[in-house]
């Protein structure tokens, strides 16, 4: 009888425990797609983008405000327009709402990491546990009063099968940790790239409030 194809892996693959393990590959591959996506996007356009608009706001600021409206899907964008759409703030107003939406923004940016630490963690542990039941169903059916019935055969792959959980927990594990790892890094150069684009556009803002308020003397 032809088995269905997650029921046929945990049986290669250290018995019912992989099933698990099937899932948590899965939901991490799944994971790791939509942050490669995701992170793919904001280093093809973002500093592009966002230069040009802390350009273009110098000279004209309806264009570069509609410039970031046009890039939405970028988190720094969002963060910039959340500011510069507030009705004539204060430096001190603006340098505030900046800072609110770029915290908010950066949650965003953190998406997955609970998931691929849990991850990280179980994918072992779930791998160990179905080597430690495989190894029990091994030697349970030894027939330690009459060698000559145990199947030698049956046995060794019964421990190869059984053994191969941990490389498939470690698997997952290890995959998922090396992606989270560089999601991680992303997430650091983010928060400077915040910080900078941020402080510019503080800047910008503040000179523009200091010429404002010269003129009107």
Request: aromatic share 6%; charged share 20%; proline share 4%.
């Amino acid at each position: 009888m032809i088995q269905p194809l997650p029921v046929a892996i945990a049986g290669q693959f250290g018995g019912i425990v992989a099933l698990p393990l099937l899932v948590l590959s899965l939901v991490s591959l799944s994971a790791i797609g939509e942050r490669c996506l995701f992170w793919g996007r904001i280093l093809h356009k973002q500093d592009r983008i966002i230069r040009h608009a802390l350009k273009a706001i110098q000279i004209n600021g309806p264009a570069a405000t509609e410039l970031l409206r046009d890039n939405l899907d970028l988190p720094i964008a969002r963060a910039c327009l959340e500011a510069l759409e507030l009705d004539r703030p204060t430096p001190g107003e603006f340098s505030l709402a900046l800072e609110t939406a770029a915290r908010a923004e950066l949650v965003h940016l953190r998406r997955f990491n609970t998931l691929f630490e849990t991850i990280v963690t179980a994918a072992p542990l779930l791998g160990l546990l179905g080597t430690v039941l495989g190894l029990i169903q091994s030697f349970g059916g030894l027939q330690l009063g009459d060698p000559t019935q145990n199947d030698a055969g049956a046995i060794t792959a019964g421990i190869g099968s059984a053994l191969s959980s941990t490389v498939f927990g470690l698997v997952v594990a290890i995959v998922t940790l090396l992606f989270a790892n560089g999601f991680r890094s992303l997430y650091r150069r983010q928060r400077l790239r915040f910080e900078e684009y941020g402080g510019r556009l503080e800047l910008i803002y503040r000179r523009f409030c200091r010429q404002h308020r010269d003129a009107s003397r």
